[in-house]
T-cell receptor
Framework: KAGVTQTPRYLIKTRGQQVTLSCSPISGHRSVSWYQQTPGQGLQFLFEYFSETQRNKGNFPGRFSGRQFSNSRSEMNVSTLELGDSALYLC???????????????FGPGTRLLVL | SQQGEEDPQALSIQEGENATMNCSYKTSINNLQWYRQNSGRGLVHLILIRSNEREKHSGRLRVTLDTSKKSSSLLITASRAADTASYFCATDGVWAAGNKLTFGGGTRVLVKP
């Protein structure tokens, strides 16, 4: 089975632009979560999608948004990019047979975003 | 914000030695998981321990959980150069359904050949 895939792997943008990142979960996985990793703040939860609905949300401004499609693929969007948005964005998927808690999450390789 | 701290922040050992790292968290949890990350790449799941478990083993890994102290430890026995990576603990709290992991700051482990 193919693992979690994320595209693109690397991205360079300038301040004020917007960006869309894509995540394809493992086949059959219904939950997709997004995390931001920076040297200063570490790994922080952005949001989680299940059945095309946002089920959990972290403490990020409204510039960060996401969605999930009927095939469980997910995208996240960051509008009006700031220098501080430079980070590794990780996507994770899980089967979600138990309602989520206690399930292994499988992470993709990440998208490294650099904002200039 | 991060759930807690990991200790030490960095660890350097010789191949064959054991590596121990600790994780503390702040709120009640359902489960605690450990992940490994190589050089800023994706996270690899290592082991999950539930709040009603005290110890768990998987190959060369041993995890303990003390919910009264809100802490966990990960022991890697007979370390290898390939174990060089950052190790993160992650918790999911009792407050909501779904997947929402809160990560510690990580321990960077260097295993010297």
């Amino acid at each position: 089975k193919a693992g979690v895939t994320q595209t693109p792997r690397y991205l360079i943008k300038t301040r004020g632009q917007q960006v869309t990142l894509s995540c394809s979960p493992i086949s059959g996985h219904r939950s997709v979560s997004w995390y931001q990793q920076t040297p200063g703040q570490g790994l922080q939860f952005l949001f989680e999608y299940f059945s095309e609905t946002q089920r959990n949300k972290g403490n990020f401004p409204g510039r960060f948004s996401g969605r999930q499609f009927s095939n469980s693929r997910s995208e996240m969007n960051v509008s009006t990019l700031e220098l501080g948005d430079s980070a590794l964005y990780l996507c994770a998927s899980s089967l979600d047979v138990t309602g989520g808690a206690g399930e292994t999450q499988y992470f993709g390789p990440g998208t490294r975003l650099l904002v200039l | 914000s991060q759930q807690g701290e990991e200790d030490p922040q960095a660890l350097s050992i010789q191949e064959g030695e054991n590596a121990t790292m600790n994780c503390s968290y702040k709120t009640s949890i359902n489960n605690l998981q450990w992940y490994r990350q190589n050089s800023g790449r994706g996270l690899v799941h290592l082991i999950l321990i539930r709040s009603n478990e005290r110890e768990k083993h998987s190959g060369r890994l041993r995890v303990t959980l003390d919910t009264s102290k809100k802490s966990s430890s990960l022991l890697i026995t007979a370390s290898r150069a390939a174990d060089t990576a950052s190790y993160f603990c992650a918790t999911d709290g009792v407050w909501a359904a779904g997947n929402k992991l809160t990560f510690g700051g990580g321990t960077r482990v260097l295993v010297k050949p």
